[in-house]
């Protein structure tokens, strides 16, 4: 009989499971492990993609156990901090498992008043903008015995986790300890702390949702459909900061058991007028991997002289070299930094970009809202056209 833990940690699989069925199942999560190493993508050229996921998968349990007892190792030989009297005097933790963490915490206006950020264990996480906080580590709350227990939960979670996976995806087992050392860290701070994250179908949400704390603060990272429902709720969260009631309530009803109190933040984003050139703009917003046979689609078919176009790559989008090649065959601007180029419209998924820039005035023509391509290029064209007519002075209503 599995325990509570393994549990835990067991049921923050199917929400991402869903996640990869929802966006291309095998073909997209193929992708997305060639995409973690250039190796691979060249092996994938002579050995079928489908073969190497497959053998991989095969030995994930022993690569797992063999990446966890070192990590369990390395945690032996660490030289703790005394951050103990920290802890017992922290009244809000912000939980920087979430890349957008801090800028949302701006937006919400809870970031000048943060003092107390906990950073994700084995991973090089930036700090910068957090130079005058206190930045915790989660060894430096915890002891040599949770580290024991928590590699022995690892191994167990990892067997458990082999054993059942009806859908035979690679499942990253390997983040169990990491896992464990986090929810033990977490749920060493007293009861009042409050927890605030942006985390909302992950491990780590599934992780801070069962921690002990009584008051959490979930800060909206993306974007839930009208039509989402995640099979792996969470039923802890107490407060959510949203960008407007409509999207507010998208999340809640999603992702949550409960309504939650609802408090609203500002955009994110500050747009650019960088180029002057006249013409119609569209920014392609970019699929870490599961778009982009679309994405090529719409750059060759928007060769218009009159249309400036923008793609800008996701966050996690690990190599860029297939939007680098598109940049040496068509005309289109490639951003991969934290730049917002000010257009006339968005192409895109359900993303949370599309929500911040309508909130500056600027709708978006979505995949899921046409029936194929060639519809959004036609729109794209005509609108492009019209602007051109109309002295560039107004776009289509």
Not at 22 to 48: C, E, T
Not at 139 to 150: H, I, S, T, W
Request: charged letters at 25%.
């Amino acid at each position: 009989m599995k325990s509570k833990l393994i549990e835990l940690y067991y049921n923050t699989f199917p929400n991402i499971e869903k996640f990869y069925a929802n966006n291309g199942g095998k073909d997209f999560v193929v992708q997305l492990f060639l995409d973690k190493s250039n190796l691979l993508k060249k092996l994938s050229r002579i050995i079928s993609p489908y073969f190497l996921y497959g053998t991989y998968r095969l030995f994930e349990p022993l690569i797992s156990i063999f990446v966890v007892t070192g990590q369990f190792l390395n945690t032996l030989f660490l030289k703790k901090g005394n951050s103990r009297l920290a802890v017992d005097r922290v009244d809000r933790l912000y939980l920087n498992y979430a890349h957008l963490l801090k800028d949302r915490c701006r937006s919400a206006g809870i970031f000048e008043e943060s003092v107390y950020w906990l950073k994700e264990p084995f991973t090089n996480v930036s700090i910068k903008g957090l130079e005058d906080k206190t930045v915790l580590s989660v060894f430096d709350v915890l002891k040599q015995k949770d580290f024991l227990r928590a590699y022995i939960n690892s191994i167990t979670a990892i067997f458990y986790v082999a054993r059942h996976n009806p859908n035979h995806y690679i499942r990253r087992s390997y983040t169990a300890f990491e896992f464990y050392l986090t929810y033990y860290a977490v749920s060493m701070f007293p009861k009042e702390t409050e927890l605030v994250f942006a985390n909302h179908i992950d491990r780590w949400a599934l992780a801070f949702d069962n921690c002990p704390q009584k008051k959490k603060i979930l800060v909206q990272h993306g974007i839930e459909t009208k039509a989402a429902d995640w099979p792996v709720k969470l039923n802890t969260v107490t407060t959510l900061y949203a960008f407007n009631e409509e999207l507010g309530c998208d999340v809640a009803k999603a992702l949550l058991t409960h309504k939650p109190e609802y408090r609203f933040m500002k955009p994110t984003i500050e747009l650019v007028d960088d180029i002057d050139d006249k013409n119609y703009k569209v920014l392609i917003v970019c699929h870490p991997a599961a778009m982009r046979d679309k994405e090529e689609y719409l750059i060759s078919h928007l060769q218009q002289s009159n249309i400036t176009i923008y793609a800008k790559t996701h966050y996690t989008t690990p190599d860029l070299s297939f939007y680098e090649d598109l940049a040496k065959r068509y005309r289109y601007h490639l951003i991969t930094t934290k730049h917002f180029p000010k257009v006339n419209k968005l192409i895109s998924y359900r993303s949370t970009l599309v929500s911040e820039y309508e909130i500056c005035g600027i709708p978006a023509l979505m995949y899921a809202d046409h029936k194929n391509l060639d519809e959004i290029v036609e729109k794209v064209k005509s609108a492009a056209d019209l602007y051109e007519l109309k002295g560039n002075k107004e776009d289509e209503k």
